[in-house]
């Protein structure tokens, strides 16, 4: 897709609400959300002053194929890998481009997040390895983000990044500094609802070795970061960092508001 397209949390076609007062026309990229979306009264297109491109991955009900508009805007509609792909615009090369270059990553994405959930991630279970002590000055975070695995329902990968640089080498200092302990607990009745819940592997690299650290965030009991050395409480310079590689800019995350994190 261009670059010059933004992370978002909707897309104009939904939150008709905001269309009218926002004033972004940059085109736009949905991002792994945890919240709703209002789409109360949405019309099935916007007028035309007021259309703006975009991509958007897992749609509901989404379907593959086209469905034309006036003035050449069409929404275009791919399944990859069981995941739908919506593009809003009204440059068809383009929309094609951008369909094309989606490709089925099989066992691991392009940032080595294995698209399976890892078993290490199973509630009780803890890494294995040196702890993040032992490893050395920080050169680069691996985080893989997971949906939590419910009974009779396969768990699926929601987003993975790498974080590099200076980022890095503070968000290692964040999760080295955090005391130990659990906590805090979720205030929020989220904690409640699994299916609302994300767990994260992330993978620090050091100038000694690598290490693995669970992250739970969405539990009631169990928040916590996990080398399996040292459990340690979530910080709001822990979570900060976390919560905006992986998730839209203003994520709908509880466990912020309880760490004052906004």
Same mark, same amino acid.
């Given at each position: ?7 978002? =949390?909707?897309?104009?076609v939904w939150a008709c609400g905001d269309r009218k007062s926002a004033p972004n026309r940059t085109p736009l990229v ?7 979306? %209002?789409? !109360? ?18 749609e509901p009900e989404a379907k593959a194929g086209i469905t034309r508009f006036d003035h050449g805007w069409a929404t275009e509609v791919r399944i990859v890998g069981g ?14 481009? %951008? ?26 279970? #803890? ?13 680069? %975070? ?20 790498? !974080? ?32 609302? #819940? ?20 969405? =539990? ?12 340690? #409480?979530?910080? +709001? ?11 839209? +800019?203003?994520?709908?995350?509880? %466990? ?5 994190? #906004?």
């Open positions: 897709m261009p670059d010059s397209w933004e992370d978002s =949390t909707y897309t104009h949905g991002r792994p959300w945890r919240g709703p979306t %209002i789409t !109360i009264g949405c019309p099935a297109v916007p007028p035309l002053a007021e259309r703006v491109p975009h991509l958007w991955f897992d995941v739908s792909l919506s593009v809003f615009s009204a440059d068809a090369g383009l929309r094609r481009r %951008i369909l094309d270059s989606a490709v089925w990553t099989g066992g691991t994405d392009p940032n080595g997040c294995t698209v399976g959930r890892p078993a290490v991630l199973g509630d009780g279970q #803890r890494p294995t390895g040196p702890g993040l002590a032992a490893i050395g000055a920080v050169t680069s %975070i691996r985080v893989c983000a997971y949906t939590y695995q419910l009974p009779g329902a396969p768990s699926f990968f929601r987003a993975g990044l790498q !974080i590099s640089g200076n980022a890095a080498r503070q968000l290692g200092d964040a999760l080295r500094a955090a005391p130990a302990g659990v906590g805090p607990a979720t205030r929020s009745s989220n904690c409640e609802h699994p299916q609302d #819940r994300d767990d994260l592997l992330v993978t620090v690299n050091g100038e000694n070795g690598v290490q693995e650290l669970v992250v739970r965030y969405a =539990t009631c009991h169990s928040n916590g970061t996990d080398d399996g050395t040292t459990q340690r #409480r979530l910080t +709001k310079d822990t979570m900060v960092p976390l919560s905006q590689v992986l998730y839209a +800019k203003q994520p709908v995350l509880p %466990i912020l508001d309880d760490l004052g994190a #906004r």
